[in-house]
């Protein structure tokens, strides 16, 4: 599967935005689909994570302010980010996971202005 992000850019400390992550197919079989971080120095992280079940999984650090889905249809994962701080910005790479493949999307840029 190919991995496509979009909705990246530059906003102000309080702001919002909501990334995509659009598969070349059907993300319905896949186990586990999540957005990774990684600041400039410093290791990619994990922001946020789905399962196939819709149960999902948070970083301590965006709890309470970013919600991950997915709609299976669209073949497309979210991730609504709101009160968006400095320390969020990053390169937010979109990753497809089951028990045959792992696969990443090529990143997009997120830059919080305080």
């Known amino acids: 599967v190919q991995l496509v992000e979009s909705g990246g850019g530059l906003v102000q400390a309080g702001g919002s935005l909501r990334l995509s992550c659009a598969a070349s197919e059907s993300i319905f079989s896949i186990n586990y689909m999540a957005w990774y971080r990684q600041a400039p120095g410093l290791e990619r992280e994990l922001v946020a994570g789905?399962?196939?079940?819709?149960?999902?999984n948070y970083a301590d650090s965006v709890k309470g302010r970013f919600a991950i889905s997915r709609d299976n249809a669209k073949n497309t994962m979210y991730l609504q980010m709101s009160d968006l701080k400095p320390e969020d910005t990053a390169v937010y790479y979109c990753?497809?996971?089951?028990?045959?493949?792992?696969?990443w999307g090529q990143g997009t840029q997120v830059t919080v202005s305080s």
């Open positions: 789905i399962w196939s079940s819709g149960r999902s």
């Open positions: 990753n497809a996971f089951t028990i045959e493949y792992q696969a």
